[in-house]
């Protein structure tokens, strides 16, 4: 199975401060088609995970544009450009080029 | 709107079966490119894929877990079901159903609590 390590674990953050995910695969996430099916996710405390960002830097309909993603193969990144207080929660990277499909072990967004 | 809802038993003995069902509206299990997965999270930890059915009826399961799951959906195309044989503590979780449009997942239920217990 593919491995997706998520760092840091943790992180502290204040209001409007700019904070960036890291997401590295064990093995490339290019799909024979063309496309990278890499996307992340966030879930809030005591809520079902939300579609952020789909193939790498797509941003899902409806989500705020401080929100972006980038990388390629097996090293990905979402930034977030100005933390605010609805953003606290855990993120997760997930891949769908592989089966099956996995998900990293999360990023936890706390106010500092 | 796409919606997802999932229902279960709530608790269940070690060794039965785990029965689960996720009812959808907002779009058709029989269009081209539509998935629906199922989805665990162990109170605490990241997440776990284990099954999914397509608008054709294709099933594809987690590998560590095959032998236990049981994928299924209903000939109206608005509810898909889990079977999990032999449960254990191991599978308390909260479990979600998700659409995928393609592979991407794009909404998802709010989830179902199962605790496995004696």
């Known amino acids: 199975d593919v491995v997706l390590t998520q760092t840091p674990p943790t992180l502290s953050a204040t209001i409007g401060q700019s904070v960036s995910i890291s997401c590295r695969s064990s093995?490339?996430?290019?799909?024979?088609?063309?496309?990278?099916?890499l996307n992340w996710l966030l879930q809030r405390p005591g809520q079902s995970p939300q579609l952020l960002i789909y193939?790498?830097?797509n941003l899902e309909s409806g989500v705020p544009n401080r929100f972006s993603g980038s990388g390629s193969e097996t090293d990905f990144t979402l930034k977030i450009s100005g933390v605010e207080a609805e953003d606290l929660g855990v993120y997760y990277c997930m891949q769908a080029t592989h089966a099956p499909w996995t998900f990293g072990g999360g990023t936890k967004l706390e106010l500092k | 709107q796409v919606t997802l809802k999932e229902s279960g038993p709530g608790m269940l003995q070690p060794s039965k079966t785990l029965s689960l069902t996720c009812s959808f509206s907002?779009?058709?299990?029989?269009?081209?490119?539509?998935?629906v997965s199922w989805i665990r999270q162990p109170s605490g930890k990241s997440l776990e894929w284990l099954a999914a059915?397509?608008?054709?009826?294709?099933?594809y399961y987690n590998p560590s877990l095959k032998s236990r799951l049981t994928v299924s959906k209903d000939t109206s195309n608005t509810q898909v079901f889990l079977k999990i044989t032999s449960v254990d503590i191991a599978d308390t979780a909260t479990y979600y159903c998700?659409?995928?449009?393609?592979?991407?997942?794009?909404?998802w239920g709010q989830g179902v609590m199962v605790t496995v217990s004696s």
């Open positions: 059915i397509d608008w054709d009826g294709d099933k």
């Open positions: 907002g779009f058709s299990l029989s269009t081209s490119g539509m998935v």
């Open positions: 998700a659409r995928s449009s393609g592979l991407t997942v794009d909404y």
């Open positions: 193939s790498v830097s």
């Open positions: 093995q490339s996430l290019l799909d024979s088609d063309g496309d990278t099916y």
